[in-house]
């Protein structure tokens, strides 16, 4: 992408919110950044009048009618066979096509996943995609970076060391750092702990780190309690640990926000207290919304995809169209595949035979 | 133990803040619990002033002298070779030959848990011992149940069942439930999900709910934003994901609490919003304190072992005493054991073959 504008295709069918959630967040984008266009897909007679009702997104919105829905508990082997008419697949195929920068959905996760690796297929020299996530943290950034946070349950040690290499260039776009420091997710420090997977993975990324201008910074090991600390900046685990610590995560914050609303709703004298607190507490509860870091990327593809949080309302969506906007505009799976090529002699080799291919066939 | 007395057997050479902060956590417990008596095992000449100055403990502690103590950090396989004079194996033995009730340690936990299999041996049918905790929720007791929380980083399908058992008998006896509800902590509710080991685990568990008269209640599989869900009861996975989901929600506790922190000091009108609201704050305070909640129970051995959290201060000890005293007075391994019999003829038969060897030897 050459221009300042960034067209993003958007999934409107998927998620629990429905469609006129997803139009919503896309108008709220629409009037924070002149410089968003939009590919929508899903049913023409439901999006057309939610689309006209906004004066905003007048002109910046082509629809692209779907018929079929991928369902929120779809099994992702049954959403590929069964769902090439979808809106979700339509999303995609527009990235694939080189009609839009970047497809987000609030659809089935699996279902997304599994679609994106075949439709945009997978980076060379990556065995495994992941999801990666922006995590509150105490650094200046604000935020730390863990992945994978769901795309595949398993991850070998190779598996772990590419996701660290796929982390550390987002939180170079994303979080604006020269040498970010990775962790390994384990149930301790010491070297001893853990799996088998782990030592291995903590042995080949020390070598990495070792090498003379190395641009990886790795810390060891890191627990759970780590995660959101300055010790580390991306947090590398497999897809089944990653999305129990966020969805724990998630789980505790709501948990404690429910405390808080009761404390300062407990007596006359906390609710005068809340009246005079009041911008403070607004502040602290935009901190905690979980609205505000909606949208996991999918790292290790031929095109960029955006999974926002299947309950996401308008503001969920918009904060996710905004992610889509930065990475677009960035050419991020063109430098994350960069990186790649650049770490494994394999990937290089057939990231140059492919790029020779393009030229023979002109692409 | 027959008597309202409970001896509790404490290794003061464990945990982070040293001997100081375990006698004043035994003071607190005996200050509010004229029921206790302690064994105290560490270095005499340290303990006796320490114990002297705190006259709520005159006549109620036994002081046992031991001249090693186990570093935090040590390997478990080093530990258990020799650790043989330390305070935390003298601190099981003590529960071993039957001169305390219970056992409490700060210190590291994989060299207790290997010296606890050592010298309190596993109960009958048990082949992995796990450790419990609670975790505070929206149940009407205030807490559900985790395990394993870090006793073994792996755990196949039958070990998943037996800790689904260990932790219903302790819900039963911990938060007074007759029917606890268990869930197997996985990346989705739906069938499909997870890995084979929590598919096999999750058809054994239905089996053995749908037996007439059962006295668990499987809801299938949970995820991380429903471990202090109202949902479940009993929590039950591998103690490499409960470590890692434990230590992520502490540390999302202890960030939240930052953020409250920082908002209510914020300016002139929430630092006086925060005056009016002091009794809630404080309340909202005690109610997030990890230190309240400190405890995991080992699960699965031939007497009870409470391990406290080696940062513990005073207050975080006599939480972890109170919580040894209620499972003294439960006579708890031995109803933990008695259920696991019932559950598994190898284990009512094992057990039964003991109890004859021992009206044999008049033991």
Partial sequence: MKSDRAVISIDAMGGDAGPAAIVGGMARSARKNPDIRYIVHGDEPTLAPLIAKRRELADLVEIR????????????????????????????????????????????TGALMAMAMLCLRKAPGIDRPAIAINWPSRNPAGYNILLDAGADIRADARDLVQYANMGVEYARLGLDLSRPRVGLLNV???????????????????????????????????EGGDIASERVDVIVTDGFTGNIALKTAEGTATQIRGFLREAMNYSIWSRLGAIFALTSLKRLQKRLDPRRVNGGVFLGLNGTVVKSHGSADATGVSSAIKLAFTLARDEFSEKVAQRIASVTPEAATERNGRQEDQKRTGG
Same sequence: chains 1, 2.
């Fill in 65 to 108: 009618h779907t018929t079929d829905v991928v369902k929120m508990d779809a099994k992702p082997s049954i959403a590929l066979r069964k769902g090439r008419k979808s809106s979700m697949w339509a999303t995609l195929q527009t990235v694939a096509d080189g009609d839009a920068d970047v497809a987000v959905s609030c659809g089935n």
């Fill in 188 to 222: 301790g420090t010491e070297e001893h702990k853990g799996h088998p997977v782990l030592q291995e993975a903590a042995q080949r990324l020390e070598e990495l780190a070792g090498d003379p201008g190395a641009s990886v910074d790795f810390v060891g090991f890191v």
